[in-house]
T-cell receptor, first 112, second 112 residues
Framework: QKEVEQDPGPLSVPEGAIVSLNCTYS??????FMWYRQYSRKGPELLMY????GNKEDGRFTAQVDKSSKYISLFIRDSQPSDSATYLC????????????FGKGTSLLVTP | DSGVTQTPKHLITATGQRVTLRCSPR?????VYWYQQSLDQGLQFLIQ???????AKGNILERFSAQQFPDLHSELNLSSLELGDSALYFC???????????FGSGTRLTVV
């Protein structure tokens, strides 16, 4: 069993919809939680970074972490065709030098 | 441009050969991470260097090695290449603390 599980999708939504992306994990030692966006096998781009439990908002993006349930989410409001990409969750802890454990990514398609 | 430079962008080589991938981190970043991305395994952590010293090791094969030089650039050496080593290889850099990394655009390795 992988430490980080993520539904690969694909997920297809109409423009303007609210998108919900999720990951579960098994390692309770994870402290830092991130979401990356990756276009067409380019380098992943950091979208959101959260430490421990709680919510964080940045523009149209909201990240939520629930450590008690070992569950993290990314919400995208007013989704745009330019949001079409693969979204990767990632997490780390200080014990492993902050090496990131990634989910396999969810492929998102926003249709006009 | 993320500030992390990886060369070459593409590499095609034969089985049994050896290649070297190069990474220059963002200015000021002391930590360099190497990741392998394949279609079936997703992004897998290989190895981390911090200010010239190995800090953490992931699922790195014995045929692979890396180092970080005094000017902080890093090289990933892959030897006795097999078809299964074909993948995208990403380098990422950070300050070495807990924050999210910045990824380079990757080297696409094809072993034929």
């Amino acid at each position: 069993q992988k430490e980080v599980e993520q539904d690969p999708g694909p997920l297809s939504v109409p423009e303007g919809a609210i998108v919900s992306l999720n990951c579960t994990y098994s390692n309770s030692a994870f402290q830092y939680f991130m979401w990356y966006r990756q276009y067409s096998r380019k380098g992943p781009e950091l979208l959101m970074y959260t430490y421990s439990s709680g919510n964080k908002e940045d523009g149209r993006f909201t990240a939520q972490v629930d450590k008690s349930s070992k569950y993290i989410s990314l919400f995208i409001r007013d989704s745009q065709p330019s949001d079409s990409a693969t979204y990767l969750c990632a997490m780390s802890n200080s014990n492993s030098g902050y090496a990131l454990n990634f989910g396999k990514g969810t492929s998102l398609l926003v249709t006009p | 441009d993320s500030g992390v430079t990886q060369t070459p962008k593409h590499l095609i080589t034969a089985t049994g050969q050896r290649v070297t991938l190069r990474c220059s981190p963002r200015s000021g970043d002391l930590s360099v991470y190497w990741y392998q991305q394949s279609l079936d395994q997703g992004l897998q952590f290989l190895i981390q260097y911090y200010n010239g010293e190995e800090r953490a090791k992931g699922n790195i094969l014995e045929r692979f090695s890396a180092q970080q030089f005094p000017d902080l650039h890093s090289e990933l050496n892959l030897s006795s290449l097999e078809l299964g080593d074909s993948a995208l290889y990403f380098c990422a850099s950070s300050t070495g603390r807990s924050g999210g990394y910045t990824f380079g655009s990757g080297t696409r390795l094809t072993v034929v």
